[in-house]
C-alpha cells in the first residue's frame, strides 16, 4: 500500500500512466493482466506500489476499506467492474486500457462527480 493517499486527480493521473506504458511497451497476445504488472513493477522497483497493484483499489481501500463502491471508475460509472468479461483486466487487459481510457475521458469532460 502506499504511504499517502493519493488525490484523486493523481489517483487517475499514476493509474492511466501505468496501464498505458503496460499495453504500449508490454503488451502482446497472450499476456494476462498480472503479468503486466509484474513487468511494470519489475521496471519501477523504487517506487511505492499500490495495494493490490492497482491504484484504484488503493484509493477504494484507503477511503473505506475494501468497498469498490469507492472505485475511481465507479465514481465515473456505477456499473464500472473491472471483473467485468468483456474488459476483466486479467484477462482482457487491452479491453480493460481502453475502458479506462473512455471513463478517463468522461471524467475530465466534467460528466460524473468527482469525489475527494
Given at each position: 500500500?502506499?504511504?499517502?493517499?493519493?488525490?484523486?486527480?493523481?489517483?487517475?493521473?499514476?493509474?492511466?500512466?501505468?496501464?498505458?506504458?503496460?499495453?504500449?511497451?508490454?503488451?502482446?497476445?497472450g499476456?494476462?493482466?498480472?503479468?503486466?504488472?509484474?513487468?511494470?513493477?519489475?521496471?519501477?522497483?523504487?517506487?511505492?506500489?499500490?495495494?493490490?497493484?492497482?491504484?484504484?483499489?488503493?484509493?477504494?481501500?484507503?477511503?473505506?476499506?475494501?468497498?469498490?463502491?469507492?472505485?475511481?471508475?465507479?465514481?465515473?460509472?456505477?456499473?464500472?467492474?473491472c471483473?467485468?468479461?468483456?474488459?476483466?483486466?486479467?484477462?482482457?487487459?487491452?479491453?480493460?486500457?481502453?475502458?479506462?481510457?473512455?471513463l478517463?475521458?468522461?471524467?475530465?469532460?466534467?460528466?460524473?462527480?468527482?469525489?475527494?
Amino acid at each position: 500500500m502506499l504511504k499517502t493517499k493519493l488525490s484523486l486527480e493523481r489517483t487517475w493521473t499514476k493509474c492511466m500512466a501505468m496501464w498505458e506504458e503496460m499495453i504500449e511497451k508490454h503488451w502482446k497476445r497472450g499476456v494476462n493482466g498480472e503479468d503486466l504488472k509484474d513487468l511494470y513493477l519489475a521496471n519501477h522497483r523504487r517506487m511505492a506500489m499500490p495495494r493490490n497493484m492497482c491504484y484504484f483499489c488503493d484509493y477504494a481501500f484507503t477511503r473505506r476499506g475494501h468497498d469498490c463502491n469507492s472505485c475511481p471508475g465507479r465514481l465515473v460509472d456505477k456499473n464500472f467492474d473491472c471483473y467485468k468479461p468483456s474488459y476483466y483486466y486479467q484477462g482482457n487487459p487491452k479491453a480493460f486500457y481502453r475502458k479506462l481510457v473512455k471513463l478517463n475521458k468522461k471524467r475530465k469532460q466534467g460528466k460524473c462527480p468527482d469525489k475527494d
